[in-house]
């Protein structure tokens, strides 16, 4: 698969930009036209622990672009388009419990159509990465692997709980879908989520669609 337009940024600070965002709780889905500079901005907050300001810049890209997210997953995954509108009017009318449970459950499943794993099932025997990795790497030229650094590792929203403590950010699928968290609703958590549908949906389309 062939990325179309992607920004002249060296591929290896793209991938330590890509993780470290994810370790935040977000998933960038405009990684091909996100400029040098503002990868400097976003990584000098995060060293700075202004975690704040990242949350900032990431909830207004997709407030900015939510119409057009919207209408591009819905399409995208038209088997499950009736769990996906009832997630983003549950999205849309601050009902944020529920927005985000069912996009959770939606992640694992198209993950599940396209490449035959779930998403949140991790493999042991490749330290605890995301089953999911190879085969979606498989469907990337070589040279654009380093695209993929949201999810060539554990992040907080698929590790296990156990690890959590030394995480700044605390969201996790397995503490909100087994009812230990009880604090997750709210519009911060729900933009990270949808972070992580546009984010595959990306890797899926051959990245032709974000800009």
């Known amino acids: 698969m ?12 793209l991938n330590v930009f890509l993780k470290k965002m994810a370790d935040c709780g977000w998933f960038v889905p405009n990684f091909d036209t996100i400029s040098g500079k503002e990868i400097n901005v976003l990584i000098s907050y995060l060293y ?3 975690i704040d300001e990242i949350d900032k810049y990431f909830i207004k890209y ?4 939510y119409e057009r997210l919207k209408d591009i997953i819905i399409e995208k995954y038209i088997n499950r388009k009736v769990i996906l509108i009832e997630a983003f009017e549950s999205f849309e009318a601050q009902r944020f419990y529920s927005a985000i449970v069912l996009f959770l459950t939606q992640i694992d499943g198209i993950c599940y159509d396209y490449f035959g794993e779930k998403f949140f099932l991790n493999d042991p025997k490749n330290n605890y990465k995301p089953k999911v990795f190879p085969k979606i790497r498989k469907t990337l030229l070589e040279q654009h692997h380093f695209t ?3 999810i060539e590792q554990k992040t907080p929203i698929n590790m296990h709980q156990s690890e959590l403590n030394r995480w700044v950010v605390y969201l996790n699928r397995h503490e909100i879908i087994h009812g230990i968290d009880i604090d997750f609703g709210n519009e911060l958590n729900a933009y990270k989520i949808l972070s992580m549908i546009a984010y595959l ?3 899926i389309e051959g990245f032709c669609f974000f800009k």
């Open 148 to 150: 993929l650094g949201s």
């Open 48 to 50: 700075s622990n202004q």
């Open 62 to 65: 997709f407030k900015e672009n």
């Open 201 to 203: 949906t990306k890797i």
């Open 2 to 13: 062939l990325i179309k337009g992607l920004n002249c940024v060296i591929p290896r600070r």
